[in-house]
């Protein structure tokens, strides 16, 4: 069985410019979360994507989109990158078939330095 | 709104000695509540969860925690600490409102064992 996985794991870029992050989900999930985290913070939630819909989203602008493709991996789109928007990335899988809240699987995170 | 506080940001702790990491978190319904552990650099792994049931939890490492409702606590014990312990801990709340589902993570517990 293979775990989430992300790429790449590091990435660096200038202000105002677009970056992609990609995800696969642990196989059998059927659903994506994207989180941010800061350095010394908790991770916050971006968006969640069930069945290629956002299904759900935290308090980012915009500016961040995502995608969930019909192999249920996924794609964070963040465009005019800012400073603030260094963080280590993380996306998380799980498999929602019932109410209520199902475990999350984390991958290991792709680490973006703005500059 | 739902919110996690780990009181503690920094912990330090002999190797053997017995650790608790507190946590309470605020939320309207029945949460369910989780405690992740981070390596540097690392994703997130899941050490153990509470949805119903028994308040006492045991999870993988040998750490147990007791969901404590009157004093809205999840706090995380280890009877005898590793060296191999020495991580960030951080403890969410499962938010499913709207349909999806979010965690909502307190801003983590450094844990230090010293030899």
């Known amino acids: 069985e293979t775990g989430v996985t992300q790429s790449p794991t590091h990435l660096i870029k200038t202000r105002g410019q677009q970056v992609t992050l990609r995800c696969s989900s642990q196989s059998g999930h059927n659903t994506v979360s994207w989180y941010q985290q800061a350095l010394g913070q908790g991770p916050q939630f971006i968006f969640q994507y069930y069945r290629e819909e956002e299904n759900g989203r935290g308090n980012f602008p915009p500016r961040f989109s995502g995608l969930q493709f019909p192999n249920y991996s996924s794609e964070l789109n963040v465009n005019a990158l800012e400073l603030d928007d260094s963080a280590l990335y993380l996306c998380a899988s799980s498999l929602v078939r019932t109410s209520g809240s199902h475990e999350q699987f984390f991958g290991p995170g792709t680490r973006l330095t703005v500059l | 709104a739902q919110s996690v506080t780990q009181p503690d940001i920094h912990i330090t702790v002999s190797e053997g000695a017995s650790l608790e990491l507190r946590c309470n978190y605020s939320y309207g319904a029945t949460p369910y509540l989780f405690w992740y552990v981070q390596s540097p650099g690392q994703g997130l792994q899941l050490l153990l969860k509470y949805f119903s049931g028994d308040t006492l939890v045991q999870g993988i490492k040998g750490f147990e925690a007791e969901f404590k409702r009157s004093q809205s606590s999840f706090n995380l014990r280890k009877p005898s600490v590793h060296w191999s312990d020495a991580a960030e801990y951080f403890c969410?709340?499962?938010?499913?409102?709207?349909?999806?589902?979010?965690?909502?993570f307190g801003k983590g517990t450094k844990l230090t064992v010293n030899p």
């Open positions: 969410a709340v499962g938010n499913s409102q709207g349909g999806s589902e979010k965690l909502v």
